[in-house]
């Protein structure tokens, strides 16, 4: 795995992620030929957490703790910096052993307020002053998460018993150390410590440098609210994401979704993880919609920064119409998608009427769990072909030839339904993944190596536009899609090429509606 660069000045300095994860072959994911740049980074932070974060304790022992944190985190040298959620105060807190951790929180669209300047003006709030004192320092914007009380009245028919709201909070700092505003997380994930915001927070923030930016934390990412609703601003091309992300393969690694979230709606996301790789937790970048510099390590216990200089205008890899590319492989394509056969839907899968009788040896259908959802699969077994599978009106096509095939099992799998576990929330999903063995049953198993090279095309009949393109190489690593885009109501990812073996490729279609 990498080899972390710190102390964190020493990175600062000039020691960027270009280790495992940051394979774009330069410092920068600034594209081809734009001029106008920013300096951004992410640290992902290896957390000093509390050593019983159950335990009742008093609001100086939790600044001690917290202090720690902020040691770590107090450096300079870019123009935005993001830090990860929970970085500051850790978790698996209680609501009442997390109080003594929690800064008060004014309402920053209010109160113009700067903590490092005016420290006397509010209680509790030695956090916020440390974190407006270093964005003073540095010189630039920083955004980082933390606990936030707020009083409220039993006249409130949402205050809480305790007389209070309780917030999982994200702040950002002008580089004059002013507080900017502050994003509370929406949609929690097992947070018990802390309470839903009464109305969805719709943060954007404005940059000398680069215009405007948008705020999310980490499970936020799969839902409409905040996320999707903050992109109808066509201003807003840059998204910071202080996360805590356990990754979950085969589909959603943590690197793996943010990179597809700045692919699918061509934006600039400036990503920070946390890193407790015993938890799973490590994956951070700054992806843009050609580009990533990405980390991930699970075997140092140290955190990291990423540095990059990155595009204010990100450029799209274009979802243009694809019939301008007629290569023998992509009119084969062309030729497929337009006689594709109608799929009817019944109470249980679904059924293809006018399939293509040169198919009469198709490979056997079965079912598998991938990511805890019953998805319906076809082995991959041919040197080339073409197949398709179907489950509950979505039909998963790929089209693809290798030069050799491995001694591995990959498997097409197609999933359109209602996710239920740890979350709730509706996918559509058409997937090529790497099995954990020979057998059908370990399709779906968390695997992060692979050699299987592929020349492809993956596409679906998905009656979404909210398409997450998820691409995933052996070893943690990230490549980019040739093409994306609709042709003939399908939605389609073309990749050659590969140059190291093919873990995952997929569809992540989300129909928010139907959550």
Known sequence: MSGACSPLALLLCGCYAVALGAHTGERDVAEDGDTQQYVAAVYEHHLISSPNPLALTSRKQALELMNQNLDIYEQQGVQIIVFPEDG?????????????????????????????????????????????????????????????????????????????????????????????????????????????????????????FAGKFGIFTCFDILFFRPAIELLRDPEVKHIVFPAAWMNQLPLLAAIQIQSAFARAFGVNLLAANIHQPSLGMTGSGIHTPLKSVWHHDTENFTGHLIIAQVATNPQGLGTENATEEMDP??????????????????????????????????????????????????????????????????????????????????????????????????????????????????????????????????????????????????????????????????????KSGLSSGLVTAALYGRLYERD
């Open 329 to 494: 492989f992509h009119s084969r394509f062309l030729k497929l998608l337009a006689g594709d056969p109608y799929c009817e839907k019944d109470s249980q899968e679904v059924h293809c009427d006018g399939a293509p009788r040169w198919n009469m040896n198709a490979p056997p259908v079965f079912h598998a769990e991938m990511m805890y959802d019953n998805f319906t699969l076809v082995p991959v077994w041919d040197k080339e072909g073409h197949l398709r599978v179907c489950a509950n009106g979505l039909c998963c096509h790929l089209l693809y030839q290798r030069p050799t095939v491995s001694e591995e099992l990959y498997a097409l799998g197609v999933f359109d339904g209602l996710h239920t576990v740890h979350g709730t929330y509706y996918v559509q999903v058409c997937a090529l993944v790497k099995c954990g063995g020979l057998g059908f049953e370990t399709c779906g198993q968390e695997i992060t190596e692979a050699t299987g090279l592929f020349e492809f095309h993956l596409w679906g009949n998905f009656s979404t536009s909210y398409i997450f393109p998820l691409f995933l190489t052996s070893g943690m690593t990230l490549e980019a899609p040739d093409q994306l885009g609709w042709e003939n109501d399908h939605y389609f990812l073309r």
């Open 88 to 208: 500051i105060h850790g978790f698996n807190f209680t609501r009442a052993s997390i109080y003594p951790f929690l800064d008060f929180m004014p309402s920053p669209p209010l109160v113009r307020w700067n903590p490092c300047l005016e420290p006397h003006r509010f209680n509790d709030t030695e956090v916020l002053q440390r974190l407006s004192c270093m964005a003073i320092q540095g010189g630039m914007f920083l955004v980082a998460n933390l606990g936030t009380k707020q009083p409220c009245h039993s006249s409130d028919p949402g205050c809480p018993r305790d007389g209070r709201y309780q917030f999982n909070t994200n702040v950002v700092f002008s580089s004059n150390g002013t507080l900017l505003d502050r994003y509370r997380k929406y949609n929690l994930y097992f947070e018990a410590a802390f309470d839903t915001p009464p109305q969805v927070d719709h943060i954007i923030f404005d940059t000398p």
